[in-house]
């Protein structure tokens, strides 16, 4: 399996990152995307990702788009090219619900990245929360592949991102039971061939692991129990979804 999203530069995972990897490995965790949020987090991930033979991403994202420099475009083309462990652009977007930028300023770091996606012909890690009219609306504007990442949409956001290409990535939020039941409900919608899994990493610790962990901290060994959520919802064998979302991971990301 391929972790499709976690947050290794996260001070969760700073006192024990190499045995949180190595717990990984032994899980049949292949390789893992780690995500960039700033240019600083994007960095680190580089970093990482060379010190482990992992892949990573380099972005802005919205909850830190008030903070992005005039140079944005330049600096993450140069982080980008700097690591041939560098593989997208992100995680950058839209988030609407808690809105720690203002929104106009969120939607011009988005198109910004977008804009240097679709140049470099790098694919996009989206993020989106309570945005999809005005994120789809940015789309319109480029020609971009990515995945759109930690999806918690509507029927009808998901048919737009599916009708435009996107991959969709699925975290532990599929597990909840409270929460999950509105995404649960779309799996069956989501083709195998477009699906991503991810934990999100220490986020979305997945409930339906039993035991329960003592630490509530996610980490990717536990990206198994997406892959069994799914493939339960959608009455197949968990094998198929675990190739299949390995080899989606490697058409998008790995070229």
């Given at each position: 399996m391929f972790d499709a999203g976690v947050n290794l530069t996260s001070s969760q995972f700073s006192s024990d990152l190499a045995e949180v990897i190595a717990r990984a490995k032994n899980a049949g965790i292949e390789s893992m995307l780690a995500i960039g949020c700033?240019?600083?987090?994007?960095?680190?991930?580089i970093s990482l990702a060379e010190q482990y033979q992992l892949y990573c991403t380099a972005g802005v994202h919205p909850h830190d788009a008030k903070d992005a420099p005039d140079t944005l475009y330049d600096d993450l083309l140069t982080l980008l090219k700097s690591s041939d462990r560098a593989i997208a652009v992100g995680e950058c977007?839209?988030?609407?619900n808690r809105d720690f930028s203002p929104r106009p300023i969120q939607q011009s770091v988005c198109l910004t990245q977008l804009q240097l996606a679709e140049?470099?012909?790098?694919?996009v890690y989206l993020h989106e929360r309570d945005a999809?009219?005005?994120l789809f609306s940015l789309l319109q504007e480029v020609n971009v592949q990515g995945v759109l990442h930690c999806f918690t949409g509507d029927?009808?956001?998901?048919?737009r991102y599916l009708d435009y290409g996107l991959m969709i990535g699925i975290t532990g939020w599929v597990c909840d039971e409270r929460r999950g039941q509105a995404l649960q409900d779309l799996i069956q919608y989501i083709p195998l061939d477009r699906l991503l899994l991810e934990t999100d990493a220490p986020y979305l610790l997945p409930r339906t692991i039993s035991p329960k962990p003592k630490s509530r901290r996610n980490e990717p060994m536990y990206l198994s129990y997406v892959a069994?959520?799914?493939a339960h919802l959608k009455q197949c064998p968990v094998t198929e979804v675990m190739s299949t979302t390995s080899a989606n991971f490697k058409q998008l990301f790995v070229r």
């Open positions: 700033d240019l600083t987090s994007s960095e680190q991930s977007g839209l988030d609407f140049a470099i012909d790098y694919p999809h009219d005005a029927h009808n956001a998901l048919r069994e959520q799914i």
